[in-house]
């Protein structure tokens, strides 16, 4: 995926950071007039290339996916207007009305992603439930998950039946009545 970041402020390096926390290989170009030193230092550990002017449609070359993260409305539009025309989806920052797509938040614990989005109705409500998530999971969440992988490996039968028998080893993680009461 060769994706393109317009903005290189406070919205531009979050979004940045949103994309390389669940794909940190990606392709990303960042074209912006100005570009933060957080996101010149993250050059360094990722594949980013950085473009110091203003947009311009030419930057939309190759692209497969744009975010806009400008506080600029009339650039906003104008990237919005100019994918859609090259049939190249866009979200916009703070503008659910301009996007094809929402970034959600995730949730990282090993192996374990949990998305969060609000469809852009409250993209910090997502955030903060995202951090709530991250601080209750317990990090030996990758050992359970090992463990059940190395359950469903050894498990014979087909399909049907391993699905079985991984619900009624993981339904403890519903709780019974009793402890709810």
Do not use: W
């Amino acid at each position: 995926m060769n994706l393109l970041i317009v903005g290189g402020g406070y919205v531009g390096i979050e979004k940045l950071e949103a994309v390389l926390k669940n794909s940190p290989k990606t392709s990303i170009t960042i074209v912006a007039p100005e570009i933060s030193e957080e996101i010149e230092a993250l050059t360094m550990e990722h594949n980013i290339t950085l473009i110091y002017e203003p947009y311009h449609i030419k930057h939309l070359k190759g692209k497969n996916l744009v975010i806009v993260g400008t506080g600029l409305m009339e650039v906003s539009e104008a990237v919005q207007r100019d994918c859609r025309n090259q049939n190249i989806l866009v979200n916009v920052a703070d503008k659910p009305a301009l996007c094809d797509f929402y970034l959600g938040s995730t949730v990282v614990k090993g192996d374990l992603k949990i998305a969060i989005s609000t469809n852009g109705k409250s993209p910090t409500f997502a955030k903060r439930f995202r951090e709530v998530l991250e601080e209750i999971l317990p990090d030996s969440l990758q050992e359970t998950l090992d463990n059940l992988r190395a359950i469903r490996d050894r498990l014979k039968g087909d399909f049907e039946y391993k699905v079985e028998k991984l619900n009624e080893i993981t339904n403890v993680m519903k709780g019974s009545k009793s402890d709810k009461d």
